[in-house]
């Protein structure tokens, strides 16, 4: 339990990080954070505040689905928005074209490691994705067809906001699947036996958990 705590609080400080690493690249951001940060050209509030209130709507969205939340649910609504801010206040705003792509490349990496450890502690998924998996089960749709459909949907609406989409947005959505499957084998290393629900093995698949939103 003690490394399920570790891997939960420094998956959801990560993934915390990772936004901030990628705000501050400033080359597009995954579908939630141009949702998120085009809440923020419309209301007095930090990015991580506003990460914060979404999650805590989203969920309030489990109540008909009969989704029930852990606590690294609970802790995830929290840290993740206390994390971003920290994380913009403590990094520059970078000008150079190559170093900000070069970031939001690493961005990425550090964003699949952090949902690995995240998924791992198998200590109750994000809110987002409990989301997901909730209108998976009620309505019987596949995990494809829901999980594109709402993140199609916050992306429109972030960029309708003034959300930034751009070459971040794409890498993203292409690479962060291939790499979170790529890094559950050096989880189930360090801790054989993490599970991403509490309930099987540590095999997710690329499209089943893109993140620890």
Not at 42 to 52: A, N, R
Not at 131 to 141: A, D, E, N, P, Q
């Amino acid at each position: 339990m003690i490394r399920r705590l570790v891997a939960l609080f420094a998956g959801l400080w990560l993934y915390g990080f990772s936004m901030a690493v990628m705000i501050r690249a400033a080359v597009g951001l995954d579908p939630w954070d141009v949702f998120h940060q085009g809440v923020t050209q419309h209301v007095p509030m930090s990015f991580g505040t506003v990460t914060i209130v979404t999650g805590a709507v989203v969920l309030l969205a489990w109540i008909p689905l009969r989704q029930r939340p852990g606590f690294g649910t609970l802790s995830n609504v929290v840290m993740v928005g206390v994390s971003v801010d920290m994380g913009l206040w403590l990094l520059p705003e970078w000008e150079s074209l190559p170093v900000r792509v070069g970031a939001m490349m690493l961005a990425v990496v550090l964003n699949a490691l952090a949902s690995v450890l995240y998924i791992g502690a198998g200590l109750g998924p994000g809110p987002r994705d409990g989301l997901m998996t909730g209108l998976v089960r009620r309505t019987g749709l596949s995990v494809r067809l829901v999980r594109t459909t709402i993140e199609v949907s916050v992306l429109g609406t972030g960029w309708l906001l003034g959300g930034g989409v751009g070459l971040g947005t794409a890498v993203y959505a292409v690479a962060i699947g291939p790499l979170i499957q790529a890094m559950i084998p050096l989880v189930n290393g360090w801790l054989p036996g993490f599970t991403p629900s509490g309930r099987e093995p540590v095999t997710p698949s690329a499209e089943a958990a893109p993140g620890v939103n």
